[in-house]
Structures are given as structure tokens and as C-alpha cells.
């Protein structure tokens, strides 16, 4: 055993203890691949064992190497990087297998295992896997990974207004199984899928896939058994049987049963949650099961479990965090969610591309409606190689996520800017593959800047537009008149507003604001709070909604972007960037959409005043609100549509402005100074 550094022979050492314990644990083995060392750039021999990688940095999955590039303006690397890692494996049993496994890798990867060539994966977003078996050996071995961020004419996305982070973003592993095993090549996903159907609060069928590999010489008699666990562990049904597998190959296994009486999975009220454990042979799989009905009604809205749910919520971009771009853990997507169950929010649109499993784990147990896409954005090549590999990025998103039950709608694309022969032949194949994988589930087209009749809207089930009346173009008081129009011209074709707001910072302070230019370096935050009062009562009282998605629940990294208060940045967020700031607008919204008492005094962040005649405005969830301006009670205001007002006058200095009503409170401190008392 040579070592070329002390830190490389205790990584080795520690590994070759551990490795017994890990081949002793069961038949499905996971070892983490969390530290490599990492280069930027191009090397034509980083994939040779015997290569030198000494002066390379030391970094821990997740990892991209456009943290400080990719959310400043002016640019950032967009090309090949390259990680290495000694991976230490246990001895295997006769006949076991290995499989590498990468969580998400922008946007091309190419991997080695010992020098070897094991495989290449086309798109940045989804989960894969490569079979490494015949590679990999007892003890050390080298594993070297290529990614390359560049644009890839064959490749989704090949535009989007964000930053292509590169890099590891998500963890990786070796995971080794039974030569006999669940199907760990089914483009990433589990190999068991589970379909509840004819689901009612007093009974559900319930049909599971499995797919079984048999890698052994011979053919192979397998039994399948799934059983269903309720949220205590206790099994509620039992399914078995048995296939026939040919050696090489993958054979389908079906199961089903009826459940009596199943706790129904009721969004936010009750995202009750069961447990699908099947085992072929010794190995074992777990998803999750949700027992609930999804249906859209042009006329009611999304209904789920036969009833109306009002679906409104926020457009997703994942947990980005400056200085780390996409390369978060479970801790920063958990306290996002965190923070969308404060907001009230039911649904939640992930843009605009395949999310870590854990937020769709989350969005589950959450009780969020989720509408997830493939990275078709903007932009498509016409080559059958860009159609290809659009459709693989839809088969991953599927079967990755199939047994979510938050999940209610798979997103063919968004913002294709073109119209053509070309673009609906896409839009038609993406739509054949979608119902192929699953019948279940509606797709859905979130649409812009063409007219609303516009043929490609009608290759999918379901159409969302993308609308920003008082931000780009119009006024905000738009938006009602326009998606009355849309509706009375196609009365049958359910719609959605997927995406609409308005830029603000935090640091800019404009009480009352006049309205800014888009792709000015003027934000004022009142702005936005004013856009989103008008735009939401425009638009929750239309039932035939199916659901309204504000764009977008953080700030997010676009590095094109030069406005606001610094490059870089799409502030159109109610969060900030680094999460620690809920804007105006988000209050607004959780006023609206909570019912735990709550009330918030706006404008906030604007101490410094120049006028002492100021309208005081909270806004709140509660029938009625009282104010105290520097310790005097200036009496009781009704709150009128989640909103109270008070004229008042500040003393010169320091003023603290109190509200209080159902059990809320909130305060705030302006200063006025005393040059501008009138």
C-alpha cells in the first residue's frame, strides 16, 4: 500500500477498518464518496492512478466551482474540472455487484475507475448510476470524475436566466448489491414503483412494479414480496409473487393488492405518509406511498381527493446560498422548507430543473402540491441529439420521483421562445414519453411572450403562463383583465399562472415608491409588497385556477443579471439570497395564507425618514389592529382585506411604533431627523 501524502494514508486506513463492518452490515452496501481532491480546467491524464494530484485542492461533496464566480456578474467559468478519490472497497461476495452513484454532476460527467472508462451521463440535474463491477477491487482504487459545465448544443438547458453551477453539487457513493437485486440501471430510478389508484377514504388498489436484474450466469426463479408500513411501522398489506429472470437481464415483476379504509394523504392538513418495503431476495428498497387523488377541472381547479385545493404558493430554485451556490445539504434545503410552511404556502413549482431528493422527500412529508420540469428552457436545438437527451432528462425526473405523492404534474418545458415545426415536434415526443412512463399524472407547459392561442401550448395536458404585468410591461392592475380574457377564449383548457413578481432589495427604500425599471440598479422594496397586494387580489378568487405560483420564493444567482442592488442576482425573491431577510411581500402572502395570528408592520427597513407625515400600514390576519406611537395609544383600526392603516406624525429622533391585535405583535423603530421636521 503507497500513499502519496499523511492525509491519503489516513483516509486509506480508516477506510480498510471500517470496510469489514460494512460487509458484515447486509446485503445492499453504501459507502459514501465525500472527500476528493479537485482541479479547474482540462488534463488529458487526471484518470491515470498513477497520476499526481498532490498540489490539487482538498474538497468535500457537494462541491461547485463556480461558489464565487457564479452569483457576481460579469461572468463565470463555464468548462471541464476534474476530482479525484481513493476509494477503498471491501471484499465482495461471489457474484456481488457495485454500482457508483451520483446524486447530480453539471452538466456532463465522464468517469474512470482505475484508469478504466465506466461511463458518461448528459445532463446536470438528475441522479445516475454506473455499473462498475468489473472495475472495481477489493482495497484502494482510484476514481476520477471529468464535469464539464459548458454549453453542449445536445445538451438541456441551453439557456435559462440562471447560473449552471459545475461541479459535485450532490453526494456520491458506492452502493454494492446481491447479484439478484432491484434494478439499480433504471435511469436512476429505485426500480420499485408504486400506483394507487380508485383511491377513496374507503379503500385503495394499489399496483407495484418491481424490476429485478439478474446478473448471475444462470437464470434465476426470484420471489418478490412488498410489504405496506403506516406511519407507525405496522404492516397494512402484504404482496408477493415471483419471475423468471434470465441471466443478463431485467424482468418485470407486478404485485397488487386492495387497502381497506386508507388514511388518504390531504396535502398541508395531512401529508399522511406510508411506506413501501419490497425485497427481491436479500435486497431490499424503500419508497414512499401516499394514498391520494389528483384531478384537474377547468372549471374548479385542482381537485384533490374529489374536493377543490387551492394551490398557491411559490416558484422553487432549490437552496442556493452565496459562496455556495447549489452545493447545499439537507440542513439548507430543510430550512427553506422551514420557511415555506411559515409562508402558508400549498404548492410549490421546482424550476427549472430535476431538485435533490430531498426536497421532493420533503415536499412530501410536507404536504406541498409540486410541479417539477426537465431543464428545457428557453432555447432548443433541432438535432434528434438534443431530442434524445430531453427525453432521457424527462425518463430520469419520472422515474426518479414516481412514488412522490406531492408530485401532481411533470413539466415538459419552459419559456420556449420559438414556435415552429421544430419546437412542436419536440413538445409532441416529450409528450408521447411522459404518458408512456406514467398515465397517472398530467404534464404541464409553463408559457410566455406569445399569444395565449398559440399552438404550442396545446401539446400538454395542463398550460401555466408566465405573466409580469408592472414589471417588464403594463401595469399590475393588468393581470385581472388579461387572465379573465384567457379564460373566456378556452373555457376548457385548465390554467395556472406559473410565474409572476417583481425585483427588490432589502438596502433600497422608497415609501411611497414610484414604479422602478426593471434592469435598473432601483429596487425599492415597497414596490414589490404594492405588486404582489394587487396582483394576489386579482387572482385568488378565480376557482378555475388550478394553481398561482409566485416567481420566486428566494432570491437566486443569475450572473447575467446587472440590477437592483449588485450584479448577479434575480431579487425578485420574498427571502433574500442568504435567507436571512423576509421581505414585505412575503408577509403579505403569509397574511393571506396563514391563520395563526400574525401582524406586520411594512416598510420596516425604511428607518431613516425624510417627512414626519407617514401612513403606518401592517399587514395582518386578524380582525382588528391598535397602534402606539412612542408609548400614546392612537386607537383601533380594522384590518381590511389583511391590511391596516394609520396616519400619524413622528417626533423628531428616535420613534418606536407599536401594533397589537388577536394575540399579534409586532414593532418597529424610524428615526426622523430633526432637519426634516416639517
Request: net charge neutral; aromatic share 8%.
Amino acid at each position: 500500500m503507497t500513499c502519496k501524502t499523511p492525509l491519503q494514508a489516513l483516509i486509506l486506513l480508516a477506510a480498510l477498518c471500517l470496510a469489514p463492518a460494512l460487509a458484515a452490515a447486509g446485503p445492499r452496501v453504501t459507502i459514501p464518496l465525500a472527500t476528493w481532491t479537485f482541479a479547474k480546467g482540462d488534463s488529458t491524464t487526471a484518470q491515470a492512478p498513477a497520476f499526481d494530484d498532490r498540489a490539487w485542492e482538498r474538497v468535500r461533496l457537494p462541491h461547485t466551482y463556480n461558489a464565487a464566480d457564479g452569483a457576481d456578474g460579469g461572468g463565470y467559468y463555464r468548462g471541464p474540472a476534474w476530482y479525484r478519490t481513493r476509494l477503498v472497497a471491501p471484499a465482495r461476495k461471489a457474484g456481488q455487484r457495485a454500482f457508483l452513484e451520483f446524486d447530480g454532476a453539471a452538466l456532463v460527467s465522464e468517469v474512470w475507475v482505475n484508469g478504466h472508462p465506466v461511463g458518461r451521463h448528459a445532463g446536470g440535474y438528475a441522479g445516475f448510476r454506473f455499473d462498475v463491477s468489473d472495475r472495481i477491487v477489493a482495497g484502494s482504487n482510484l476514481v476520477a470524475v471529468r464535469v464539464d459545465n459548458a454549453s453542449h448544443k445536445d445538451v438541456a438547458p441551453l439557456g435559462g436566466d440562471f447560473t449552471v453551477f459545475g461541479g459535485l453539487y450532490r453526494p456520491a457513493r458506492l452502493v454494492m448489491t446481491d447479484a439478484v437485486h432491484v434494478d439499480m440501471l433504471d435511469h436512476g430510478g429505485p426500480g420499485v414503483y408504486a400506483t394507487p389508484s380508485a383511491v377513496s377514504a374507503d379503500g385503495a388498489d394499489l399496483s407495484v412494479l418491481v424490476r429485478v436484474r439478474n446478473d448471475q450466469a444462470a437464470p434465476a426463479r426470484v420471489a418478490v414480496r412488498s410489504r405496506l408500513l403506516d406511519a407507525n411501522g405496522k404492516t397494512v398489506a402484504t404482496l408477493s409473487g415471483s419471475v423468471e429472470v434470465a441471466p443478463g437481464a431485467v424482468a418485470p415483476a407486478s404485485l397488487t393488492t386492495r387497502v381497506t379504509a386508507p388514511r388518504l394523504w390531504r396535502g398541508r392538513a395531512d401529508p399522511y405518509l406510508y411506506r413501501l418495503v419490497t425485497s427481491v431476495g436479500d435486497d431490499t428498497v424503500t419508497v414512499p406511498v401516499g394514498f391520494r387523488a389528483i384531478a384537474v377541472d377547468p372549471a374548479r381547479g385542482l381537485l384533490l381527493n374529489g374536493q377543490p385545493y387551492g394551490v398557491h404558493g411559490v416558484n422553487l430554485f432549490h437552496g442556493g446560498r452565496p459562496a455556495r451556490g447549489l452545493a447545499v445539504g439537507d440542513a439548507e434545503i430543510d430550512a427553506d422548507f422551514a420557511i415555506l410552511r411559515d409562508l402558508g404556502a400549498t404548492g410549490l413549482r421546482f424550476v427549472h430543473f430535476q431538485h435533490p431528493r430531498r426536497a421532493y422527500e420533503n415536499a412530501d412529508r410536507d404536504g406541498f402540491l409540486v410541479w417539477t420540469e426537465i431543464p428545457l428552457n428557453s432555447v432548443a436545438d433541432d438535432g434528434p441529439a438534443f431530442a434524445t437527451n430531453a427525453a432521457e432528462q424527462l425518463r430520469e425526473l419520472i422515474r426518479q420521483n414516481y412514488n412522490h405523492p406531492s408530485v401532481v404534474t411533470w413539466g415538459l418545458a419552459n419559456e420556449l421562445y420559438r414556435s415552429d415545426a421544430a419546437t412542436a415536434k419536440l413538445l409532441s415526443g416529450l409528450q408521447a414519453v411522459a404518458k408512456a412512463e406514467d398515465p397517472s399524472r398530467p404534464t404541464v407547459l409553463a408559457d410566455c411572450c406569445k399569444p395565449e392561442t398559440d399552438p404550442q401550448a396545446l401539446h400538454t395536458d395542463l398550460i401555466g403562463q408566465n405573466r409580469y404585468f408592472g414589471w417588464y410591461d403594463g401595469k399590475p392592475e393588468d393581470i385581472g383583465p388579461w387572465v379573465e380574457a384567457v379564460h373566456a377564449k378556452s373555457p376548457d383548457r385548465p390554467l395556472a399562472i406559473s410565474e409572476y413578481g417583481a425585483g427588490a432589495s432589502v438596502l433600497q427604500q422608497e415609501d411611497p415608491p414610484r414604479r422602478p425599471v426593471a434592469k435598473s440598479r432601483w429596487h425599492p422594496e415597497q414596490y414589490q409588497a404594492l405588486f404582489h397586494e394587487t396582483y394576489w387580489r386579482a387572482l385568488r378568487d378565480k376557482p378555475w385556477l388550478w394553481g398561482t405560483f409566485v416567481w420566486v420564493g428566494f432570491d437566486l444567482a443569475s450572473d447575467g443579471r446587472d440590477e437592483g442592488d449588485r450584479p448577479g442576482i434575480n431579487d425578485k425573491g420574498l427571502v433574500t439570497y442568504d435567507r436571512k431577510v423576509r421581505k414585505d411581500a412575503y408577509y403579505w402572502y403569509r397574511a393571506n395564507w396563514t391563520t395563526a395570528p400574525m401582524a406586520y408592520i411594512t416598510s420596516r427597513r425604511a428607518v431613516v425618514r425624510d417627512t414626519a407625515a407617514v401612513t403606518v400600514k401592517v399587514y395582518a390576519n386578524v380582525p382588528a389592529v391598535s397602534l402606539r406611537l412612542n408609548g400614546r395609544d392612537l386607537g383601533r383600526a380594522p384590518v381590511v382585506d389583511h391590511v391596516a392603516t394609520w396616519p400619524v406624525t413622528l417626533a423628531p429622533g428616535v420613534n418606536r411604533i407599536e401594533v397589537e391585535g388577536g394575540g399579534a405583535r409586532d414593532a418597529v423603530t424610524w428615526t426622523l431627523a430633526a432637519s426634516k421636521v416639517e
